[in-house]
């Protein structure tokens, strides 16, 4: 089972772009979802996460320019990304975590985005 993300691009420093991650109808009882980067030679990192009850996190880099979203009804996550920065640059991943005795951690294709004038 895999997650469906979309929305990267090209997209000039300063600019915005919005990537969208759906959930297939048979991933139930979501608890969390979030957004990840891996930039070449680095390590996947958490950019931003979304709870359930909509808890918030983001990555201090990222604080004040993207915005986690959540339609729970849809299993889709959405994040914005405003005033983009060369080091935005990377290939996202979403993913979607089930806590508990049927814990699991689904994950998306990725999409890339890159920043560049």
């Known amino acids: 089972v895999q997650l469906q993300a979309s929305g990267g691009g090209l997209v000039q420093p300063g600019g915005s772009l919005r990537l969208s991650c759906v959930a297939p109808g048979s991933i139930f009882s979501i608890s969390f979802m979030g957004w990840h980067r891996q930039a070449p030679g680095n390590k996947r990192e958490l950019v931003a996460g979304i709870t359930t009850g909509g808890s918030t996190t983001y990555q201090d880099s990222v604080k004040g320019r993207f915005t986690i979203s959540r339609d729970s009804a849809r299993n889709t996550v959405y994040l914005q990304m405003n005033s983009l920065k060369p080091e935005d640059t990377a290939v996202y991943y979403c993913?979607?975590?089930?806590?508990?005795?049927?814990?699991?951690?689904?994950w998306g294709q990725g999409t890339l985005v890159t920043v560049s004038s």
């Open positions: 993913n979607a975590i089930r806590h508990g005795v049927t814990y699991a951690n689904y």
